[in-house]
């Protein structure tokens, strides 16, 4: 399955979406059901999906979860705390749910991830120097390396990568 890759563009140009976004930005580690989210935009439930879903090309749900998986990309490559905490912290409810939907918004486990990211941020590789950390082995360069993760985080999809 492909990563999703969302256009963050719309969340500027459109006040409403601009209001969901900061909501969800301050409210991450809550529960953020469509009801609230709705009343937030100024409308009413059943057409603030339709609404979200015509303007950014995907449900609510699915965004909501792409952006806790971002959360917890930048929780992995910041602090030292275990998956089970980075998971709660962005929001998920659950381990597993944090799992899946890290494999659906990078297409990598939590674990894979967070392998690499370590890799990178304890060799802190040149841009023109190779990774050959042994718990890593993706032979990046620093600058590749780098780029790729913030990638991920975004939801880009790199060919030739070591999130093929």
């Known amino acids: ?83 089970t905490a980075i998971a709660f912290e962005a929001g998920f409810g659950d381990l597993r749910t944090f799992e899946r939907a890290c494999r659906v918004c990078t297409g990598q486990c939590p674990r894979d991830v967070r392998k690499h990211s370590a890799a990178w941020a304890v060799h802190s590789l040149p841009s023109n120097e190779r990774c050959a950390a042994p718990t890593c082995g993706c032979g990046l360069n620093g600058a590749d390396a780098s780029q790729t993760l913030l990638d991920v985080a975004r939801g880009e999809e790199r060919k030739g990568t070591l999130f093929d």
Do not use: N
Request: net charge positive.
């Open 1 to 83: 399955m492909d990563p999703i890759v969302i256009d963050e563009s719309v969340f500027i140009r459109v006040a409403r979406l601009a209001r969901v976004k900061h909501y969800v930005g301050e409210h991450l580690a809550d529960p953020l059901p469509l009801e609230v989210v709705a009343v937030v935009a100024g409308l009413e439930k059943t057409y603030f999906s339709t609404y979200f879903r015509s303007k950014t090309g995907i449900g609510y749900q699915r965004w909501l979860c792409w952006v806790r998986v971002q959360r917890a990309l930048e929780l992995m490559q910041s602090r030292e705390l275990c998956i």
